[in-house]
Nanobody, 115 residues
Framework: QVQLVESGGGLAQPGGSLRLSCAAS????????MGWYRQAPGKERELVVLIITGGTTNYADSVKGRFTISRDNAKNTVYLQMNSLKPEDTAVYYCTANINARNYWGQGTQVTVSS
């Protein structure tokens, strides 16, 4: 079994920064992709960014230039550095991963951007 544990998140002011972490643990043989989705109240879950084997990244247009994903392969962990935050970034952020050819989700962490 595989688990994804998220940390970070919280409250930030507009223009501020937050950093999310997601660590995968369990019976891991191959990580094909890891990344983040988010879901705002009343809206559908949407892609924020994915990073796949080899390092290719896919960012949502709404976060390009502001958010940066990075990974520590030795720790099976990805990080999401979020800068220049906007109120519309407010959402529950979910870590996702394709591990051993199966998709997994974290429990979600709240990010609120407000003055």
């Amino acid at each position: 079994q595989v688990q994804l544990v998220e940390s970070g998140g919280g409250l930030a002011q507009p223009g501020g920064s937050l950093r999310l972490s997601c660590a995968a643990s369990g019976s891991i043989f191959r990580i094909n992709a890891m990344g983040w989705y988010r879901q705002a109240p009343g809206k559908e879950r949407e892609l924020v960014v994915l990073i796949i084997t080899g390092g290719t990244t896919n960012y949502a247009d709404s976060v390009k230039g502001r958010f940066t994903i990075s990974r520590d392969n030795a720790k099976n962990t990805v990080y999401l550095q979020m800068n220049s935050l906007k109120p519309e970034d407010t959402a529950v952020y979910y870590c996702t991963a394709n591990i051993n050819a199966r998709n997994y989700w974290g429990q979600g962490t709240q990010v609120t951007v407000s003055s």
